[in-house]
Nanobody, 124 residues
């Protein structure tokens, strides 16, 4: 069974840091792109960052560029999102998704594989 499992969310004060993890099971990430997306209450899902596990190419949304870093540990079949200088507006449920096509995943925010989400709450 294909599964993506996010972890690492929590409550943090503004200016703090969190590291999210997205672990895959049931398939090998190697030829996939993995993305992080978030959805705040009453808002549409928003793309955050994507990485190609094949060549390490990355994308970031303007709202997180310079604060968030996406990385991949191929040996652990896990992708991370290091979030620094967190702001209250970063509060959302964060989801990871995987697709063989990096550009498709980034542009469409669509995938057949999604995790269950992890809550990130940033207090002011």
């Amino acid at each position: 069974e294909v599964q993506l499992v996010e972890s690492g969310g929590g409550l943090v004060q503004a200016g703090g840091s969190l590291r999210l993890s997205c672990a895959a099971s049931g398939f090998t990430f190697d030829d996939y792109a993995v993305g992080w997306f978030r959805q705040a209450p009453g808002k549409e899902r928003e793309r955050v960052s994507c990485i190609s596990r094949r060549d390490g190419s990355t994308y970031y949304s303007d709202s997180v560029k310079g604060r968030f870093t996406i990385s991949s540990d191929n040996a652990k079949n896990t992708v991370y999102l290091q979030m620094n200088s967190l702001k209250p507006e970063d509060t959302a449920v964060y989801y990871c998704a995987a697709d063989p096509r990096l550009l498709w995943l980034w542009v469409s925010s669509k995938s057949n594989y999604w995790g269950q989400g992890t809550q990130v709450t940033v207090s002011s």
